[in-house]
């Protein structure tokens, strides 16, 4: 049983590799979706240098995308330190507390 | 050591606004009248911003504009008759697309 489940087995694999390719067969290539922010209805002077960036420049709004996350996440770390700290716990002493 | 991060920060703050300042572009929207392969250019008629039930994309204004799209990232290809939205810069007369989105076949409003 088990050697002819070996046997069969690369030709399963074979298959499921295969299938996949037999769809895109089936139509068209995919176009690619190019999406284009419509900065002529943004008045916000910040909305607009975003949407800009959108437009014209990816990598610079990569990484903005990557500060934004970074200063959002320190944010979020400086908050909950603080709610920590009023909540009467001190996190910055490393003493163990037992009973 | 403070005043060494202080000043990376805000060289690396004016870098990228003055990379974005060179970058600034523009966008028109409007019906595809040709998509010439061959010269790599696509002609619309321009919309403007006035949308209206009857005219969701905005309204003709008449302006026939040339974009040049050779170095442009194109969508679902357009066609005449279509509502395209192109982001672009100019110089000299000259209108360079950078992107071309095909509203038309590309709508995100239609789950409205």
């Known amino acids: ?99 | 050591m403070k005043r060494l991060f202080v000043t990376s920060i805000a060289a690396f703050a004016l870098t990228v606004l003055l990379c974005a300042a060179a970058w600034a572009g523009m966008v028109a929207q409007g019906k595809c009248i040709e998509n010439d392969k061959a010269a790599k250019t696509i002609k619309i008629e321009e919309y403007d911003i006035n949308f209206t039930p009857e005219n969701k994309y905005g309204t003709p204004t008449g302006t026939v504009t040339v974009f040049d799209v050779s170095e442009a990232k194109i969508g679902i290809p357009p066609e005449p008759g279509d509502i395209l939205r192109i982001a672009y810069t100019s110089d000299n007369d000259k209108y360079h697309a950078v992107k071309v989105m095909n509203v038309t076949k590309q709508d995100l409003s239609k789950k409205k």
């Open chain 1, 1 to 99: 049983m088990l050697t002819r489940t070996a046997k069969v087995l690369p030709l399963i694999l074979a298959l499921l590799a295969v299938l996949p390719q037999l769809v895109w067969a089936a139509g068209g290539g995919a176009s690619e979706l190019v999406v284009v922010a419509d900065t002529r209805v943004v008045k916000n002077v910040v909305l607009h240098y975003f949407a800009d960036l959108y437009n014209m420049n990816m990598l610079l709004n990569a990484i903005w995308a990557v500060v934004l996350t970074a200063g959002y996440g320190g944010f979020l770390g400086f908050l909950m330190d603080f709610i920590i700290s009023r909540c009467g716990l001190d996190l910055t002493k490393r003493s163990i507390v037992e009973h």
